[in-house]
């Protein structure tokens, strides 16, 4: 039985993301179990952890401390494959200058910073924030999550904030939005995205699959 933990602290696009892997894991035709919790015992018991996110960082972070996530989230990835969505993959840098400043996790190294008002393409037109839609994710690494994805797809985006790293060797993926910007990260067992692959639609729905089969390693 493969286990997948989606942790669930009141800000996340929870039952989309778990409506997927069952997907996934019945086309796998693998025993699949699929618990939507924030049970300490439950997600330190299962295979594999998500760690999804939407809404305001400030938001995130007040339920994730209130809940003790914090720490789960530090065990979890000590032990297991993890995989931050969106939100998630916010959370867990130091800080985000969203909502004038919050402290996140520090569980990997870089800030999260505001793609701004006055954003243009490279004719020089207005592009809205949040960035919403479909968008082309360049892979700057070998990983086991991007097997059978290929290279430029497009994947499905909704954020006004992005991840900035000094660590060049994390980023997994980029993307551009006026400026290229940081669409996955990878570290250990860690790999996170700023997109939904849950809405992703094939290559979203391929990443999830090469997310039951990770061990962790790269």
Request: negative net charge; contains cysteine; hydrophobic residues 45%.
């Amino acid at each position: 039985m493969n286990k997948i933990a989606v942790i669930d602290y009141g800000m996340g696009n929870l039952h989309s993301v778990a409506k997927a892997l069952e997907h996934v894991g019945r086309e796998l035709d693998e025993q699949v179990e699929v618990v939507v919790t924030a049970d300490a015992n439950v997600i330190a018991g299962a295979d594999r952890v998500i760690f999804p996110g939407v809404g305001a960082i400030r938001d995130c972070m007040a339920e994730i401390l209130r809940l003790d996530v914090d720490q789960i989230m530090k065990d979890a990835i000590q032990s297991k494959p993890v995989l931050a969505i969106c939100v998630g993959m916010q959370a867990l840098m130091n800080t985000s200058e969203e909502n004038g400043g919050v402290e996140c996790l520090g569980f990997l190294d870089g800030e999260v910073r505001y793609f701004g008002d006055d954003l243009r393409d490279s004719d020089g037109l207005r592009l809205k924030v949040p960035h919403m839609g479909w968008n082309q994710v360049s892979q700057t690494i070998d990983h086991p999550l991007w097997k059978d994805v290929p290279g430029n797809s497009r994947f499905y985006f909704v954020h006004s904030y992005y991840v900035q790293t000094l660590q060049q060797g994390m980023v997994a993926g980029v993307s551009n939005y006026s400026n290229d910007f940081v669409a996955a990260l990878a570290d250990n067992n860690i790999f996170a995205v700023q997109f939904h692959p849950e809405k992703s639609q094939t290559v979203g729905l391929t990443l999830l699959r090469n997310f039951l089969l990770w061990d962790g390693t790269v």
